[in-house]
């Protein structure tokens, strides 16, 4: 059983940087794909962004592109979600989670972690 805990989640002014971390809790392998989400109040949770270990494959959502930065410390078994030009629009819960697929649906991912509040006012 794999154990996801995200952790760096806050308030922060529009325009402003975070650096959110996702530990796992058992030792990582190079095929093992890690990804962001995040949900927002009354919306659907929404693909953020994926690597595999080692960066070999990352993957960004339109939204985030060019903003966000996805990023791994094998060593630590952590991944990061270093978030810059935050937005009013990227408020949501992050949620850290762990697959075999390449892929942007939530239902291809079987461990997640119980989710950081990320509040960005305006």
């Known amino acids: 059983q794999v154990q996801l805990v995200e952790s760096g989640g806050g308030l922060v002014q529009t325009g402003g940087s975070l650096k959110i971390s996702c530990a796992s809790s058992?030792?990582?392998?190079?095929?093992?794909?890690m990804a962001w989400f995040r949900q927002a109040p009354g919306k659907e949770r929404e693909f953020v962004a994926l690597?595999?270990?080692?960066?070999?494959?990352?993957l960004y959502a339109d939204s985030v592109k060019g903003r966000f930065t996805i990023s791994d410390d094998n060593a630590k078994n952590t991944i990061y979600l270093q978030m810059n030009g935050l937005t009013p629009e990227d408020t949501a819960v992050y949620y850290c989670?762990?697959?075999?697929?390449?892929?942007?649906?939530?239902?291809?991912?079987?461990?997640w972690g119980q989710g950081t509040q990320v509040t960005v006012a305006s």
């Open positions: 989670s762990s697959g075999s697929q390449l892929s942007r649906a939530p239902s291809a991912y079987y461990y």
């Open positions: 058992t030792r990582t392998w190079r095929n093992t794909v």
């Open positions: 690597t595999t270990w080692g960066a070999d494959n990352t």
